[in-house]
């Protein structure tokens, strides 16, 4: 089992900078490829990026690349994104999540076994 804890969030202006925290208990993390996924306001949970259990990997979706920067701290049982030139479009709730095939990264939801409770993420104009 195991259990995940985001932190980081805010409120912050436009071109602003954030590093969300996702914090694992556990000694299996690891073994998890990790997934970091966003939730706006009346929309559907998407993927942002991901992990694999070794870092050798790092996914991105476009409309963050270059942005946003995923990295991990397996002595540290932590995850990462920092998010630099924030946009109002990145305003949703973050999770991380957590996936046993550790070596693959997958954008579907579906496949991520253990998820955080989010934090808010909000970026004015």
């Known amino acids: 089992q195991v259990q995940l804890v985001e932190s980081g969030g805010g409120l912050v202006q436009a071109g602003g900078s954030l590093r969300l925290s996702c914090a694992a208990s556990?000694?299996?993390?690891?073994?998890?490829?990790m997934g970091w996924f966003r939730q706006a306001p009346g929309q559907e949970r998407k993927f942002v990026g991901g992990?694999?259990?070794?870092?050798?990997?790092?996914y991105y979706v476009p409309s963050v690349k270059g942005r946003f920067t995923i990295s991990r701290d397996n002595a540290k049982n932590t995850v990462y994104l920092q998010m630099n030139s924030l946009k109002p479009e990145d305003t949703a709730v973050y999770y991380c999540a957590g996936n046993r095939l550790g070596t693959i990264v997958t954008d579907s939801e579906f496949q991520y076994d253990y998820w955080g409770q989010g934090t808010q993420v909000t970026v004015s104009s």
């Open positions: 556990g000694r299996t993390f690891s073994g998890y490829a």
């Open positions: 992990i694999t259990r070794s870092g050798d990997r790092i």
